[in-house]
């Protein structure tokens, strides 16, 4: 089960998740996540925030491996803050070109679907390295997924 703090099934994402730049102004910060009941052989946790209504094959928001099983939930700004670099996770480089989080920011028009999965693995020696595109985490992370919850949002403008 995946639950959040600042988000919740079905809802609108709030301003300080949003990104910030160009048209959108929003705080960029990571949603606090949290997360119970993994798996057995559970080895560590990989967190993903794809758009799958972004024109073309969908646009990837965020993607971090390398969570320790011992952790069950990530503080908001987990990503900015330096949070999950103090866990030894690494994050994938986002398709708005940077390295971890960035909030949405769709076209002017219908809202898009923001999904949240926390993916519970059974290794944790995947092939993956800060900076790499999220599209090559998800791959992996794919590889070792023994089970997974998400939680689904929207935003639009």
């Known amino acids: 089960m995946l639950t959040s703090d600042d988000l919740h099934p079905g809802g609108r994402v709030g301003a300080p998740h949003v990104f910030n730049q160009g ?68 994050e994938a480089r986002n398709d708005f070109g940077t390295d971890g989080y960035g909030g949405p920011c769709p076209p002017p028009g219908k809202p898009h679907r923001y999904v949240i999965t926390v993916h519970a693995l059974k290794a944790t020696d995947l092939r993956v390295a800060t900076g790499r595109p999220a599209q090559m985490f998800d791959h992996e992370i794919g590889t070792e997924s023994i089970g997974s919850a998400q939680l689904v949002v929207t935003y639009g403008r």
Do not use: E, Y
Not at 73 to 89: C, E, H, I, Q, W
């Open 23 to 90: 048209d959108c102004k929003g705080g960029n910060r990571s949603p606090q996540l949290a997360w119970r009941n993994p798996p057995p052989g559970t080895k560590g946790f990989a967190i993903t925030m794809f758009d799958p209504d972004a024109p073309g094959r969908g646009w990837w928001h965020w993607a971090v491996v390398g969570i320790p099983a011992s952790v069950s939930s990530v503080p908001a700004d987990a990503s900015a803050s330096g949070f999950l670099r103090k866990l030894g996770a690494a």
